[in-house]
């Protein structure tokens, strides 16, 4: 069976000379890569068949001895067509039209830092903030947050709320002391009113140095990165973890039977070793 040919982008050949096979093209641009060798290389015309020429064994020649002429003739009578599909003519090459290409996987756009950290350090935070920044733990490989985290750490807490992510957190079965819950808004007078202070979370985040955050409902999300196109169940990359977005904790207390279809993803989706 004769072997399969792959055209490779000239800016991932080096990397598959040196043994490379698998990588992690989150946002398609490799995909794409890929994709443009591909038609630049289907557009160019075929070189013609160049037949080997056809030897004389000697008797009593070894099969091994054969095989190595007939292999010394056919690259030197295949040299100059070699010459000619590496170096193209520049009238030779057809790019297909920018509105034409369709890359293998669909790219998903990475998240811009559309709002950045505050450089102020915890104890110039605001008192509110202070008293959130006290309650984590420094590092922590797994960061928690919702919308109405900021009530549920100020005096407003919903026990609903508060027994469902216990049971969550509970079935996921983590190491002690590798959660903290860090909120996106601050809590006002009464149960409801909360205030976001994304530069103050993305801040507390850096410094926590998670390996996930999981975030809970597209408006804690949005609150600091506006241009997300994250949904339930998906994640990216962000500030060097991995962040997940899952349903609003209001809705798995509005609909309970949707609590384990979420633990079974996060057993999934977060790893860490005892």
């Not at 890569?33 to 160049?50: L, N, T």
């Not at 049971?167 to 002690?176: D, E, G, M, T, V």
Request: glycine share 4%.
């Amino acid at each position: 069976m004769a072997a399969s040919t792959v055209v490779l982008s000239e800016q991932i050949r080096p990397w598959h000379n040196a043994g490379l096979r698998f990588l992690f093209d989150e946002d398609g641009s490799i995909a794409q890569a890929m994709a443009d060798a591909q038609a630049v290389a289907s557009a160019q015309p075929s070189a013609p068949v160049v037949e080997p020429a056809s030897s004389t064994v000697a008797p009593g020649q070894s099969q091994a001895q054969q095989q190595y002429q007939q292999s010394v003739q056919q690259q030197t009578s295949q040299q100059p067509v070699q010459q000619v599909t590496q170096r193209p003519q520049a009238s030779q090459q057809r790019p297909v039209p920018q509105g034409q290409r369709q890359a293998a996987v669909p790219p998903r756009v990475m998240p811009s830092l559309v709002i950045h950290p505050t450089n102020k350090p915890p104890e110039e935070w605001p008192q509110q903030w202070q008293a959130y920044w006290s309650k984590v733990h420094v590092p922590s490989p797994v960061v928690w947050t919702y919308w109405s985290l900021g009530d549920d750490l100020s005096g407003h807490a919903d026990p609903k709320r508060r027994e469902v992510l216990k049971k969550l957190i509970a079935s996921l079965n983590l190491p002690r002391g590798t959660s903290s819950f860090w909120p996106v808004a601050a809590s006002g007078e009464s149960a409801g009113d909360l205030t976001a202070a994304p530069e103050i979370f993305l801040a507390g985040l850096r410094r926590l140095r998670p390996r996930y955050s999981v975030v809970f409902g597209s408006k804690a999300l949005k609150s600091f990165m506006p241009d997300s196109k994250l949904r339930p169940y998906l994640f990216t990359q962000f500030l060097g973890h991995r962040l997940i977005a899952l349903p609003d904790v209001d809705y798995l207390v509005k609909s309970p039977n949707m609590l384990a279809p979420v633990i079974a993803y996060l057993r999934t989706a977060i790893r860490l070793s005892r």
